[in-house]
Nanobody
Framework: VQLQACGGGSVQAGGSLKLSCVASSRTFSRTAMVWFRQAPGKEREFVADISWRGDDQYYADSVKGRFTISRDNVKSTVTLQMIDLKSEDTAVYYC??????????????????WGQGTQVTVSS
């Protein structure tokens, strides 16, 4: 399975961006999908998780209320809509997945597939 992430860019604080991640998977509807991010000099951290059917979402406290994760199992795509961006959101964002993975697993070592990362830069 390959994951291709896109949609990053540079915005001012308070702005919005939408990230997308397309999977080359025939079993995407049974693939656990999450977003992580890694800021300069910091460890990669969990951002958001979504259930297989997309009806449940889980967020890191730092992004709750500002980020929305969604998925389209027909298009094998997971998206991360980000609003009210802050300078501390600056990071490389990665989508990750695991076939028949469980919901709400925050450990990055759990996931088998990773996108290449897309840079998000928020200037204050």
């Amino acid at each position: 399975v390959q994951l291709q992430a896109c949609g990053g860019g540079s915005v001012q604080a308070g702005g919005s961006l939408k990230l997308s991640c397309v999977a080359s998977s025939r079993t995407f509807s049974r693939t656990a999908m999450v977003w992580f991010r890694q800021a300069p000099g910091k460890e990669r951290e969990f951002v958001a998780d979504i259930s297989w059917r997309g009806d449940d979402q889980y967020y890191a406290d730092s992004v709750k209320g500002r980020f929305t994760i969604s998925r389209d199992n027909v298009k094998s795509t997971v998206t991360l809509q980000m609003i009210d961006l802050k300078s501390e959101d600056t990071a490389v964002y990665y989508c990750a997945g695991k076939d028949q993975g469980s919901y709400i697993v925050l450990s990055l070592t759990y996931y088998d597939y990773w996108g290449q990362g897309t840079q998000v830069t928020v200037s204050s």
